[in-house]
Structures are given as structure tokens and as C-alpha cells.
């Protein structure tokens, strides 16, 4: 409320004392207030702080080796695979990304599924119908990771029964790709694997 110098003078020293307090209380209880309001708008708009998000699941900074790592998400893989078998749907839905896609190209023939996330693998386990799995790791050594972005892939062979599989062809070599703990995306090729005993 403004006052003109007319009225300022009709009012006494103590009167003035007392309005300029009274105001003042009301425009700091209002400036407090718009201040609380913006800050906890700014934390509402911030992105979480590293310490803040969950850590890459089977990653733990400086303790987790690279074959640990790899472990982990060769279990992860076999769990989609078993899960997607069962047609579990929610397993499913933890475990795979909804645009996750299913790709097995027989040379420049790519096979995959129109959809997408969970319905592709259920696609993809359709035509693959494995038997038996295969995965190669790394030995690390007495060495631990310290730094990642959580973007994993890793390698299996599979043994299939499927329609996929063709002539001159025996198995199929995946590479799943993960985000996040997430599968993001599988991509294979069918090959032909030799093997026998030696002498």
C-alpha cells in the first residue's frame, strides 16, 4: 500500500513505525515463501545426482572385476532365454527394454520380428528354439573396474532346433547388447560350428 506525503504526515512517528513493521512482516513472508517455491522447483527440475541413481546393476566401482561383470550378464541372458521359453511375460518385462529388438541374419538376410520389447522375444525364441547355450570369458586378472557408462554386450552360441536354422548351418552366434541392466537390442548370424575330438 503506498501513501501520499499528505497522509504520511497525518500519521505519527509511532504509527509509521508500526504500518512500516506490519508491511515489512507481510513482504518478507511473501518474498520467504516465493523463495521456498522457486527453490523447490529448481530441485524438482534437477536430474538426480550420481549418488542419487541406482548403480549399474552387477557393477560395483571398484570391487567388480570384468569377468564378474560378465558373469552376471551371461546369467541375465540365459534368465530372457528361460523366461521367454516359459512365456513369462513380467520376468520378461524386468529383463527386456520395450523397443528391444530380435535380429538373426543368414548372410545378408536379416530375420527379426515386427515387434518390439517383449513381444519380440517371444518372436525370437519362437523361431530359435535353443538347447543348448555356449559363452566364452575373459580371465581378468587380479585387475577391478573403476569407471563405466553401464553399456554391456556380450557373446553366445546357441544350439538350435529352430526353423532359423538352415542348411550349412548349425548354430547361431548372438550379441545382446544391454543398457542399463536392460537389454536393449540382440543381433546374431547363423554359423556353421566344427568341433571333434583330436588323435
Not at 503506498?2 to 500519521?11: A, C, M, N
Not at 511375460?89 to 527386456?96: E, K, S
Given at each position: 500500500?503506498?501513501?501520499?506525503?499528505?497522509?504520511?504526515?497525518?500519521?505519527?512517528?509511532?504509527?509509521?513505525?508500526?504500518?512500516?513493521?506490519?508491511?515489512?512482516?507481510?513482504?518478507?513472508?511473501?518474498?520467504?515463501?516465493?523463495?521456498?517455491?522457486?527453490?523447490?522447483t529448481l530441485?524438482?527440475?534437477?536430474?538426480?545426482?550420481?549418488?542419487?541413481?541406482?548403480?549399474?546393476?552387477?557393477?560395483?566401482?571398484?570391487?567388480?572385476?570384468?569377468?564378474?561383470?560378465?558373469?552376471?550378464?551371461?546369467?541375465?541372458?540365459?534368465?530372457?532365454?528361460?523366461?521367454?521359453?516359459?512365456?513369462?511375460?513380467?520376468?520378461?518385462?524386468?529383463?527386456?527394454?520395450?523397443?528391444?529388438?530380435?535380429?538373426i541374419w543368414s548372410g545378408d538376410v536379416g530375420v527379426s520380428s515386427r515387434q518390439r520389447g517383449v513381444a519380440a522375444a517371444l518372436d525370437w525364441i519362437e523361431r530359435l528354439k535353443p538347447n543348448h547355450?555356449?559363452?566364452?570369458?575373459?580371465?581378468?586378472?587380479?585387475?577391478?573396474?573403476t569407471e563405466m557408462d553401464c553399456k554391456i554386450q556380450i557373446s553366445f552360441l546357441f544350439r538350435s532346433e529352430g526353423e532359423i536354422i538352415r542348411s550349412g548351418s548349425n548354430a547361431v552366434r548372438m550379441d545382446f547388447r544391454f543398457v542399463d541392466g536392460i537389454l536393449d537390442e540382440a543381433e546374431g548370424s547363423l554359423v556353421f560350428v566344427l568341433e571333434g575330438p583330436l588323435g
Open positions: 500500500m503506498l501513501y501520499s506525503p499528505r497522509q504520511v504526515e497525518k500519521i505519527s512517528a509511532v504509527r509509521w513505525v508500526d504500518v512500516f513493521r506490519k508491511h515489512f512482516q507481510k513482504w518478507s513472508m511473501l518474498t520467504i515463501k516465493a523463495a521456498v517455491a522457486a527453490v523447490l530441485i524438482i527440475a534437477l536430474p538426480a545426482s550420481a549418488a542419487d541413481q541406482a548403480p549399474c546393476p552387477g557393477f560395483d566401482a571398484g570391487e567388480t572385476s570384468s569377468e564378474e561383470l560378465e558373469q552376471f550378464y551371461a546369467k541375465r541372458v540365459v534368465d530372457i532365454v528361460v523366461a521367454a521359453q516359459k512365456r513369462d511375460d513380467p520376468a520378461l518385462q524386468t529383463l527386456v527394454g520395450p523397443q528391444a529388438n530380435f535380429t547355450f555356449q559363452t566364452e570369458q575373459k580371465q581378468s586378472g587380479p585387475w577391478v573396474i
